[in-house]
């Protein structure tokens, strides 16, 4: 198989391309990236991919990087919803206009599947006080932010190419991940980094905000069975799978796990004023991806939040730059630049 992974030099993007690498290694992988602030070619340092620097909304680059391709997984999109408040226009631009070009290139070059990354974000809120309310395939848009809104916009796309021309696509909306070179701007890389560093958490509110969180893997398996299924099954193309970790938490009891995991006390966090539009709570029900095809979380939270916090005390060469502003050294140089010291 020939995927084209668009996004791959990001969080969940490096860590699909990571899992599928290990797993199908006989597979070629071709990464377009743009290398924005949250994509860096270091993630992949090591691996045997092609890699393609370029923006999804240029055509030409996008023509060029789909040729040969049989499945495209498109993960590259603007995510930080911060950022998406300050400032909406890179948002619009890339996650409907870069989807845009990516579904019409697509189409052309008669790709056998198309599989779309969305969020839970594009179904707006849920009521905190309803737990047993929670997002499924047939929840009803409702964004709340320029990014979720521009993910929805997205996700519309490509039912549309779809529906209207007939490209083969496949959709998940995935809860919060965490995992691995996840960006220093994200709630639990943030608070691990500043704990390091000897700097407060900034919680927002009274951390009462309620989000599900999915370890990274377990959405790159979810979506290896998704497309395995439907490039054997007709009758998955054109679906929609929610993935959740079923991990529910407030971000008050993350925190708290996390100054645990650290040994810190209550005296390191730093209350904050909520964003625009912080949505009260996310959560989703799996049950249609379960049951069609057999996924279900591997990695628990209780086991792997630590997991994670180890990963980044272990690799501070990926993330320390980050936090001050310097470009990434690939540690492979970063040797080389050892030995002439």
Wanted: proline share 5%; net charge negative.
């Amino acid at each position: 198989m020939k995927e084209l992974i668009t996004g791959g030099a990001g969080f969940i993007g490096t860590n699909f391309v990571r899992y599928w690498r290990e797993k199908y290694p006989g597979d070629h992988l071709r990464v377009l990236d743009k290398l924005t602030y949250a994509g860096h070619k270091e993630n992949l340092s090591g691996l045997d991919i092609e890699f393609v620097q370029g923006d999804i909304c240029d055509p030409k680059i996008v023509a060029q990087a789909m040729l040969g391709i049989d499945v495209v997984v498109h993960f590259a999109a603007e995510t930080h919803v911060d950022r998406s408040v300050m400032g909406p226009d890179a948002f619009i631009q890339t996650n409907v206009v870069g989807t845009k070009v990516l579904l019409q290139a697509a189409l052309k070059n008669g790709i056998k599947l198309f599989h779309h990354i969305s969020t839970d974000e594009v179904f707006g809120a849920l009521p905190i006080d309803k737990p047993e309310e929670k997002f499924t395939e047939e929840s009803r848009y409702n964004p709340h932010s320029p990014y979720s809104a521009t993910k929805a916009a997205s996700d519309h796309l490509v039912r549309a190419w779809h529906e209207t021309y007939g490209l083969p696509v496949t959709i998940t909306n995935a809860s919060n991940n965490y995992g691995p070179y996840q960006d220093t701007e994200k709630l639990i890389p943030r608070f691990i980094t500043n704990l390091l560093t000897g700097q407060k958490v900034p919680l927002m509110g009274k951390g009462e905000n309620v989000r599900d969180w999915i370890h990274v893997l377990d959405h790159a398996g979810a979506i290896d069975m998704i497309i395995h299924a439907a490039l054997k099954d007709p009758n998955i193309i054109g679906q929609t799978f929610c993935v959740g970790g079923n991990s529910e938490r407030t971000n008050l009891q993350v925190t708290m796990e996390l100054l645990k995991i650290l040994g810190k006390d209550e005296s390191w966090i730093e209350p904050i004023e909520h964003r625009l539009g912080h949505d009260s709570r996310y959560a989703i029900d799996s049950s249609k991806i379960k049951k069609v095809l057999g996924w279900e979380p591997q990695f628990t939270f209780e086991e792997w939040l630590p997991k994670t916090v180890e990963w980044y005390k272990n690799n501070e060469w990926w993330w320390k730059p980050l936090k001050e502003g310097r470009p990434l050294i690939d540690p492979a140089d970063q040797k080389k630049l050892n030995k002439n010291d």
